[in-house]
């Protein structure tokens, strides 16, 4: 496995991330833990998870899997780069109290002490804000965040789903008070959905953020859709079957299915190589549910994608061209 910093902190992280939202809702606690283990064991050593993951009424249940398999373990914990995330509203359904959710003091406070007993550890390494959080002010999040590094509960803080103008706002009001800022931006980018690389990934190279991209099959739609639904007969559901339903998009995953098919490739893997070839990427977040899917992952660390194939690629999924700087004067 390969290694890579964490932006410009001192943190040596693998450049694939355990994503584990699967974990629980879809992937019952032994085969977690399984998964864990074949991904520490293949030199993975960055997990990632929230809060919120388990969903509805199972809100948590991820952080508490993962507590259990280092409690089982303990010498795991040294070895994994642990990631989690704030902001969800951690009430049941239809029970969510004022100041029970977002990035107040209070639910920071609240929610990283919540975390750290699900987690059965002592300290979270990188501790996102999941989403943007319009209504309190930086100095508050970083007086928070200043309070937990103090008292050794998280050691860096990292963003998630930030645009371009709010990773400057937050490091900018760090800088202002001599804190060191966001070290990480969690996005949206694959393939498919390139729009980061107009304003979210230029600020995060300015600010040394590490990125880390989640969804890199962009829900399956990069994961040889429709080549499994010839073979195999398996349909694509969801969000993926309602676009491929757009004659130009089929069209355009068809393009994408056969240029790969020409040059022997599995979709998947090509598309997490993709990734990491794409400057300021730290590591994409891979969600496996099986460990066939986590080998499948594995494997992609290890391709190298030729000229001729990445310039292909380009030409089917062009990105958005360069960012409005490029027309200064």
């Known amino acids: 496995m390969k290694y890579t910093q964490l932006g410009r902190t001192g943190l040596k992280v693998s450049r694939l991330v355990l994503g584990t939202m699967n974990f629980g809702p ?17 030199g993975i050593n960055f997990f990632d998870t929230a ?22 373990s303990p010498a795991h914990r040294d070895k994994v780069v642990l990631a989690t995330k704030v902001y969800g509203n951690m009430g049941a359904d239809g029970e969510a109290w004022p100041n029970h959710d977002k990035l107040s003091a209070v639910n920071i406070r609240r ?19 999941h989403h943007i959080d319009r209504a309190t002010p930086f100095e508050e999040i970083w007086q928070a965040i200043d309070v937990l590094v ?19 706002q937050a490091n900018e009001s760090a800088a202002r008070h001599g804190r060191m800022g966001l070290v990480s931006e969690q996005c949206l980018y694959n393939l498919y959905e390139r729009r980061a690389e107009m304003e ?21 739609m990069l994961g040889g859709v429709i080549k499994k639904e010839v073979e195999g007969g398996r349909r694509a559901s969801g969000r993926t079957a309602e676009t491929l339903t757009n ?35 730290t590591g994409p977040i891979v969600g496996p549910r099986t460990a066939e899917q986590l080998a499948s992952a ?32």
């Open 26 to 42: 879809q992937t019952d606690e032994a085969d977690s833990h399984a998964i864990m283990d074949a991904a520490l064991d293949a």
């Open 111 to 129: 929610a990283v002490d919540a975390s750290l007993k699900r987690l059965q550890t002592d300290h979270i390494d990188l501790y996102q804000f």
């Open 247 to 281: 004659p130009a998009v089929r069209a355009q995953i068809q393009s994408y299915e056969d240029l790969l098919d020409k040059h022997g490739l599995e979709p998947g893997e090509t598309a997490l190589a993709w990734l990491l070839t794409r400057p300021g990427v």
């Open 51 to 72: 809060n919120v993951y388990g969903w509805g009424e199972n809100k948590g249940r991820t952080e508490e899997i993962i507590g259990t398999w280092f409690a089982k």
């Open 200 to 220: 979210v990934i230029p600020a995060a190279q300015d600010y040394g953020l590490g990125v880390i991209p989640w969804s890199p099959l962009h829900g399956g």
């Open 150 to 168: 103090q008292q050794g509960k998280i050691l860096y803080a990292g963003s998630s789903n930030f645009p371009g103008y709010k990773i400057a």
């Open 298 to 329: 594995i494997r992609a660390t290890e391709l190298e994608l030729g000229e001729e194939l990445l310039t292909g690629l380009d030409e089917i999924f062009p990105g958005p061209g360069p960012s409005p700087e490029a027309f200064a004067w």
